[in-house]
């Protein structure tokens, strides 16, 4: 038996095709400077499907409010994800940016939004899947273990490098949970989603719902 055995095939599909379809709008408001209007939805301000991670704690706006050319600072982090191929290099690139409340969290969402063939989402869902995996399947021990990540200081150097340490453990546990997710969806009879980050992402979204928010 596995964590993922139990988990609603069809709603992930529909949560997965709805950040494919972000992540495209994302794309085009790039391409066309519509600056604005892209960074509201890189920062899930005007549709929380762009970020999540941003979304739900309303950091969004606090990084508009409390950071001096912010917009301009913003796009030229997401052209370097956007030229990434490695994402281990996607936490140097925040931490250098030096953007209040753009941390790991936001910031690798934001990375996984414009790049997903190459990035992946580093937040709270995403990381506490890894500790059950981590964990033998114990949601009690995967609780507790991210508790400690919560309640450090975020903006701290050693949370930094905390973060980063989970960000880069990620990579393998992604890839099993990408695997593993397409074989139990087509059992299910629904197709599985082609982006491997983005799939395991609604993957885990969906995992941690189940066991947080019923």
């Known amino acids: 038996m596995s964590v993922l055995d ?25 391409k066309a400077k519509n600056t604005s209007a892209f960074v509201e939805l890189l920062l899930g301000i005007s549709d929380p499907s762009g970020n ?9 706006p606090r990084i508009l409010a409390e950071n001096t050319n912010v917009e301009q600072r913003l796009l030229a982090v997401v052209e370097q994800f956007l030229a990434l191929t490695n994402a281990h290099e996607v936490p140097p690139i925040i931490h250098k940016a030096r953007i209040k409340y753009f941390q790991i969290g936001v910031g690798s969402e934001a990375s996984c939004m414009v790049n997903p063939y190459f990035c992946w ?42 973060w980063r340490a989970l960000h880069a453990e990620l990579a393998g546990t992604i890839t099993r949970i990408s695997e593993q ?25 969906e995992l941690y719902e189940r066991h947080h928010e019923s």
């Open 6 to 30: 139990s988990l609603d095939w069809r709603r992930i599909r529909e949560h997965y095709d709805v950040r494919v379809h972000t992540h495209q709008r994302l794309l085009e408001l790039h």
């Open 52 to 60: 999540y991670s941003s979304a739900e704690h309303g950091i969004g």
């Open 121 to 162: 989402v580093a937040n709270v869902r995403t990381i506490w899947t890894h500790l059950v995996h981590k964990h033998d399947d114990s949601f009690v021990k995967a609780d507790q273990e991210l508790e400690l990540y919560r309640e450090s200081d975020v903006a701290s150097e050693m949370a930094y490098q905390m």
């Open 181 to 205: 997710g397409a074989k139990l969806s087509k059992s299910a009879g629904i197709t599985p989603g082609e982006i491997r980050y983005l799939w395991a992402d609604a993957i885990a979204s």
